[in-house]
């Protein structure tokens, strides 16, 4: 399973993409974008349920501060829904949708993964 943890000092909203062929495969390009959980100073949750390395090794992940005071983001655009929660295959009906900066993280041979945000 994949967890997103907030140490940072107010609530973040986070996103992740991951590659996905059963849900997005053919015209979605096998990659899926889901988004957005609300995360509370000192909380966690599950943003994926399965075994993390049977997904794969590279994840995208993006997340900003309520205030947008800070962001954790990279250099993989992605298409999300903003404000609205989303769960899409990427570049799908994207003319609706605006693109964030995605951060690429390794989660390497791993069943589970545990992403803190500081």
Request: hydrophobic share 35%; proline share 3%; with cysteine.
């Amino acid at each position: 399973m994949m967890t997103f943890c907030n140490a940072y000092r107010m609530r973040i909203w986070t996103a992740v993409c991951f590659h996905d062929d059963e849900f997005c495969g053919g015209e979605g390009g096998g990659w899926r974008n889901r988004g957005w959980w609300g995360i509370d100073p000192g909380a966690c949750v599950q943003v994926h349920s399965g075994i993390v390395s049977n997904v794969g090794r590279y994840w995208y992940i993006y997340g900003e501060a309520a205030d947008l005071s800070r962001k954790w983001e990279g250099a993989f655009p992605t298409y999300i829904k903003d404000p609205e929660v989303f769960d899409i295959c990427q570049g799908l009906g994207s003319s609706a949708f605006v693109v964030r900066n995605f951060a690429e993280i390794d989660t390497g041979d791993v069943d589970n993964y545990t992403l803190t945000f500081t």
